[in-house]
T-cell receptor
């Protein structure tokens, strides 16, 4: 079974630009969640999508948005990039139903904002 | 929201048993306790999850006292490859919802030969 795939793995942007990151979950998984990881703040929850609907949201500004498609693939977008947005963005998938504790993470997209 | 407290770092030697304790004083009735392992430049990997008492799988054991205000991850006979950051998470997982899942700063376990 293929794991969670995130693209691109690395990218460099400049302040003010916007970026879109993609996540393909494990086949059959309907829940996709996104996390931001930085040395200073650690791993922080951004949002979660289930069956194309945002089910949960963390405490990030509106510049961070996401969506999920009918095939469960998800994208997250960050507009008007700031230097502080430089981070490793991780996507995780799960079945999204029942009591499940196992999130399957991708290897992440490392974003550098100059 | 339940918040967890873990030691920032721990040192061990190969072959030893390592116990990492996590405090979660404000754990709620519906919260589960989950541990993840993360290597540099990789996403976290699920280790074990429990609600109460003891849970054991092929790689670790999780001990949870009756009051559930803390938990201990036990790694038997660690090797160099167990050097990683270990996160304790407390959150409601019913329905697969990841709401309120907070990753703390984690514990950096350094295993030496």
């Amino acid at each position: 079974k293929a794991g969670v795939t995130q693209t691109p793995r690395y990218l460099i942007k400049t302040r003010g630009q916007q970026v879109t990151l993609s996540c393909s979950p494990i086949s059959g998984h309907r829940s996709v969640s996104w996390y931001q990881q930085t040395p200073g703040q650690g791993l922080q929850f951004l949002f979660e999508y289930f069956s194309e609907t945002q089910r949960n949201k963390g405490n990030f500004p509106g510049r961070f948005s996401g969506r999920q498609f009918s095939n469960s693939r998800s994208e997250m977008n960050v507009s008007t990039l700031e230097l502080g947005d430089s981070a490793l963005y991780l996507c995780a998938s799960s079945s999204g139903q029942g009591v499940t504790g196992e999130l399957f993470f991708g290897e992440g997209s490392r974003l550098t904002v100059l | 929201l339940a918040k967890t407290t873990q030691p920032i770092s721990m040192d061990s030697y190969e072959g030893q048993e390592v116990n990492i304790t996590c405090s979660h004083n404000n754990i709620a009735t519906n919260d589960y306790i989950t541990w993840y392992q993360q290597f540099p430049s990789q996403g976290p990997r699920f280790i074990i999850q429990g609600y109460k008492t003891k849970v054991t799988n092929e790689v670790a054991s999780l001990f949870i006292p009756a009051d559930r205000k803390s938990s201990t991850l036990s790694l038997p006979r660690v090797s160099l490859s167990d050097t990683a950051v270990y996160y304790c998470l407390v959150g409601e997982n019913y329905g697969g919802a990841t709401n309120k899942l907070i990753f703390g700063t984690g514990t950096l376990l350094a295993v030496q030969p």
